[in-house]
């Protein structure tokens, strides 16, 4: 007797091949894997340490009037006792009956204070100019890593204050910043 051999119907055929399309296209691409590490060395992280000190004491209480020459009262010997440079700032505050007339001046130079303001400034020192409404002059300045300076503070009336001034007084605050120079 003959065998006949079973054939598989065409529509059959026809899903398979429309499965594997249908995959073909959300699928594509293979997907993979692929994992890799390594590791690192150990490393130190430090930082350094800004200070700034500031010595002396006194200072004078002279009188000026409007539009008179700047004083000098007070010097201070300021250092750099840490182990980064620093940027320097100032700012200015002032109480009393003429504290919107003040006109500071400080400095910060290699040598001894003069009475007053020098008429040329040295290339390396930082001086601040202001009344205490608003700053004039902001030359900032570096202070090296174990370098010591003369800090100045000159003061004055700005030229038109009022004539109720007279006889008044005002208490004068000078803050200086020390800012760690990113290296």
Same mark, same amino acid.
């Given at each position: ?6 054939? +598989? ?8 091949? /429309?499965?594997?399309?249908? +995959? =073909? ?7 993979? %894997? ?9 490393? %130190? ?12 004491? /006194?200072?004078? #209480?002279?009188? =000026?009037?409007? /539009? ?9 010997? !300021? ?21 919107? %007339? ?18 040329? *400034? ?5 001086? *601040?100019?202001?009344?205490? +409404?608003?700053?004039?002059?902001? @030359? ?13 503070? *000159?003061? %004055?009336?700005?030229? #038109? ?10 208490? @004068? ?7 760690? !120079?990113?290296?």
């Amino acid at each position: 007797m003959p065998r006949s051999k079973v054939k +598989a119907p065409l529509g059959v055929a026809g899903i398979l091949a /429309g499965v594997v399309a249908v +995959a =073909v296209v959300l699928a594509p691409g293979t997907l993979s %894997s692929f994992v890799s590490s390594t590791e690192a060395p150990a490393v %130190s992280v430090s930082t350094g340490q800004a200070a700034l000190a500031i010595t002396g004491t /006194g200072g004078s #209480n002279s009188g =000026v009037y409007p /539009g008179g020459p700047a004083q000098l009262i007070a010097a201070r010997s !300021i250092a750099n006792t840490g182990d980064v440079p620093l940027s320097l700032a100032s700012a200015f505050t002032a109480t009393g009956g003429l504290a919107t %007339s003040v006109v500071l001046t400080v400095s910060v130079q290699t040598g001894v204070c003069a009475a007053t303001p020098p008429a040329a *400034w040295p290339a390396d020192s930082g001086r *601040w100019q202001a009344t205490t +409404a608003a700053s004039t002059v902001a @030359v900032p300045t570096t202070l090296a890593v174990g370098a010591t300076r003369t800090l100045c503070v *000159w003061q %004055s009336l700005d030229p #038109n204050a009022p004539n109720g001034t007279q006889g008044q007084s005002a208490a @004068v605050s000078v803050t200086l910043t020390g800012t760690q !120079i990113a290296p």
